[in-house]
């Protein structure tokens, strides 16, 4: 998982915005293995089921864009505020999926209002998230790593999100 995550979470970081189906792609894997790892606590299980939600999140970038908008939003959201909710402890049974849930929420109803910005954040937030994971990184360690790489993915997308601007201009 560590190169999976590494590889990932580079990808999101930095083309998130760019190659939307990538970004509901990793969502769709990084929600189905959270919730596979909540349910079964079997890493094999959760890569299985991390691909066929990616699968099914790439599909549906590409055929149904608009609802895969929604979609994304909602996985993303989930699976971000769940991430941060396992930095704090708030990631045991039934409060998980209320945090996923909630997460989820906000995330859909962001990204319909401001999409390309959402797209920005929510794909940085999850890069970073992976990132951090797969370096089993530690207290202010964590953390700071995690804010450094944020904002470098903000900071990477937002320029290309200006050029693209330009471009059509």
């Not at 894997?29 to 939600?53: C, D, K, R, S, Y």
């Not at 699968?55 to 971000?80: D, H, P, Q, R, W």
């Not at 794909?123 to 990132?131: K, R, V």
Request: charged share 10%; net charge neutral; hydrophobic share 65%.
């Amino acid at each position: 998982m560590f190169i999976v995550n590494l590889l990932l979470g580079a990808s999101l970081l930095l083309w998130g915005r760019k190659l939307f189906w990538l970004f509901i792609a990793a969502a769709g894997f990084f929600t189905g293995w959270q919730l596979a790892q909540i349910v079964t606590h079997n890493e094999v299980v959760g890569v299985i089921v991390g691909i066929v939600f990616a699968i099914i999140g790439a599909l549906l970038a590409v055929f149904l864009k608009t609802i895969a908008i929604g979609v994304a939003g909602f996985l993303m959201g989930g699976s971000v505020l769940l991430s941060l909710a396992g930095m704090i402890g708030l990631d045991q049974g039934m409060v998980a999926w209320v945090v996923y849930i909630i997460g989820g929420i906000g995330g859909a109803i962001l990204i319909g209002m401001f999409f390309d910005w959402v797209v920005v954040i929510l794909s940085s937030l999850g890069g970073a998230s992976l990132i951090v994971g797969a370096l089993s990184l530690d207290g202010a360690i964590r953390a700071l790593a995690f804010l450094g790489l944020l904002i470098l993915g903000i900071v990477i997308q937002a320029s290309d999100m200006k050029k693209d601007d330009r471009k059509q201009s």
